[in-house]
T-cell receptor, first 109, second 113 residues
Framework: RKEVEQDPGPFNVPEGATVAFNCTYS??????FFWYRQDCRKEPKLLMSVYSSGNEDGRFTAQLNRASQYISLLIRDSKLSDSATYLC??????????FGQGTELSVKP | EPEVTQTPSHQVTQMGQEVILRCVPI?????FYWYRQILGQKVEFLVSFYNNEISEKSEIFDDQFSVERPDGSNFTLKIRSTKLEDSAMYFCASSERGALEQFFGPGTRLTVL
């Protein structure tokens, strides 16, 4: 089983759509969880940390279910500028980040 | 807003040559990392560095790789004898503490011919 597994994508959605990304992780001892976005040939940029209680930042909502080892990201009212690859990232212990393969999102006018 | 910087942005080298990739982490951060991303693949952890020593390294980080913090600001990754398969994007990252968010530099694209 992959350490971090994401929906394979790509997702092609119209502007204004709501899109959800799913992610599962294999190590139940994982400590911290993040969503990063990566534009083509650029560095991963932190989108948001994910907390057990769930958290929201504007149009973005992240959820964590430790029992199911499942993380999600919801984007509401998607914009053209949301087009990117979304990376589910897990920190097991210490600092090592483990990345999922990423899910590509393309928002069309 | 403080950011991680990396130089050079692109390095082309011949197989067997040594390369040094440079990074300047965010100034109040204490933990430093190198990752790499081969084209079309996921980002992979190479090494973490804290308190002037390696705290963890991956299987990729073999004897050909080394890291150093030569002064109070720079953090370097050296590849002693490059191989074709070392061609990748190398990202430096830093964080205030080990389990906190990491911030990535823009990367160095290494091409080994």
């Amino acid at each position: 089983r992959k350490e971090v597994e994401q929906d394979p994508g790509p997702f092609n959605v119209p502007e204004g759509a709501t899109v959800a990304f799913n992610c599962t992780y294999s190590n139940s001892a994982s400590q911290s969880f993040f969503w990063y976005r990566q534009d083509c040939r650029k560095e991963p940029k932190l989108l948001m940390s994910v907390y057990s209680s769930g958290n929201e930042d504007g149009r973005f909502t992240a959820q964590l279910n430790r029992a199911s080892q499942y993380i999600s990201l919801l984007i509401r009212d998607s914009k053209l500028s949301d087009s990117a690859t979304y990376l589910c990232v897990v920190n097991n212990q210490g600092g090592k980040l483990i990345f999922g393969q990423g899910t590509e999102l393309s928002v069309k006018p | 807003e403080p950011e991680v910087t990396q130089t050079p942005s692109h390095q082309v080298t011949q197989m067997g040559q040594e390369v040094i990739l440079r990074c300047v982490p965010i100034s109040n951060h204490l933990y430093f990392y190198w990752y790499r991303q081969i084209l079309g693949q996921k980002v992979e952890f190479l090494v973490s560095f804290y308190n002037n020593e390696i705290s963890e390294k991956s299987e990729i980080f073999d004897d050909q790789f080394s890291v150093e913090r030569p002064d109070g600001s720079n953090f370097t990754l050296k590849i002693r004898s490059t191989k074709l398969e070392d061609s990748a994007m190398y990202f430096c990252a830093s964080s205030e503490r080990g389990a906190l968010e990491q911030f990535f530099g823009p990367g160095t694209r290494l091409t080994v011919l």
